[in-house]
C-alpha cells in the first residue's frame, strides 16, 4: 500500500494529485470535484503493462503503456484523439515527451526515494508547469512520472476544453 499526493503547476493554474496505491491498483482523482479526472489503473503483477482509465465512462481516456526496464512507453486515449507517452530514465531522473513532435511538452524529472520526494517541470521554461510530489518507497517512480505527465495532460484538456 502507498500513495502519491502533490500538485502539478502553483496555487493558481495547477492541479492536485491525490492516488492510492494497492495491491498495484492505483485509484484517486486529478483536480478538483468538477474539473478533473478519476484515476483507475493498475500495474500488472510483473511491473510490465499499466492499464485503465482516467476520467469517467463517458470524458475520459484509456491508458495502455508497457514498462521496459526505466523506459514508459504508452498510449492515452484513442487513436484519433490521444496522446504518446514516451519516458525514459533512471538514477533519479527522467526525461521524456507527452504527445507529439509539434504538438506535446517534456518532461523533466527528479526523485528521491530515501525522501519520497518527486520534483522537475513539464512543458517548457515559460509555458509549463513545476511539479511536486511526495510517493511512498512501494511505489514505483516510473509509474509517478507517469501521472505527472498525465496531471498536467488533464489541466491542458480541462482548461482549454472548458470541461
Known sequence: MGSITGRVGGAIGGMDLVCEVSEGRYSGRIGGTFQGRDIRLELSADGRQLS??????????????????????????????GWTAEIKGGAGEFRGRWGGEVIGYDLRLYWDHASGRFFGRIGGDTFGHNVELRFDPDV????????????????????????
Open 52 to 81: 485503465g482509465r482516467v476520467g469517467g465512462d463517458l470524458i475520459g481516456w484509456d491508458v495502455q503503456a508497457s514498462i521496459e526496464g526505466n523506459c514508459l512507453h504508452g498510449r492515452v486515449g484513442g487513436d484519433i484523439l
Open 140 to 163: 514505483p517512480p516510473l509509474v509517478v512520472a507517469f501521472l505527472a505527465g498525465m496531471t498536467y495532460n488533464v489541466y491542458r484538456e480541462t482548461r482549454s476544453r472548458g470541461n
